[in-house]
């Protein structure tokens, strides 16, 4: 019932910015928690942000500082801002929405940032 669609991955230089989105539709209403997980290669996918209905955030260590995650109003679209991008950094991104019913994923994008 609910369905993600994300955007915005790419290639950078190192020090560089991207911006992720992730567009929900369906039920919104019922969405409780939005975010993202990565997963580099060889590595375990990893929750990396969220934000909730009431627009408290939290973020993993590795990306404090340099990431932040916000949202338009009734959870239209969820918004990454990833700003001095590592080569640690790289990895394939995917939003996700917890809501009534479970959890949704959205298709997953491709962040590459160069040495």
């Known amino acids: 019932q609910v369905q993600l669609v994300e955007s915005g991955g790419g290639l950078v230089q190192a020090g560089g910015s991207l911006r992720l989105s992730c567009a929900a539709s369906?039920?919104?209403?019922?969405?409780?928690?939005m975010g993202w997980y990565r997963q580099a290669p060889g590595k375990q996918r990893e929750l990396i942000v969220s934000?909730?209905?009431?627009?408290?955030?939290d973020y993993v260590d590795s990306v404090k500082g340099r990431f932040t995650i916000s949202r338009d109003s009734a959870w239209g679209t969820v918004y990454l801002q990833m700003n001095s991008l590592k080569p640690e950094d790289t990895a394939v991104y995917y939003c996700?929405?917890?809501?009534?019913?479970?959890?949704?994923w959205g298709q997953g994008t491709q962040v590459s940032v160069s040495s």
């Open positions: 369906g039920s919104i209403i019922s969405i409780s928690n």
């Open positions: 934000i909730t209905s009431g627009g408290s955030t």
């Open positions: 996700y929405a917890y809501y009534g019913l479970g959890i949704a």
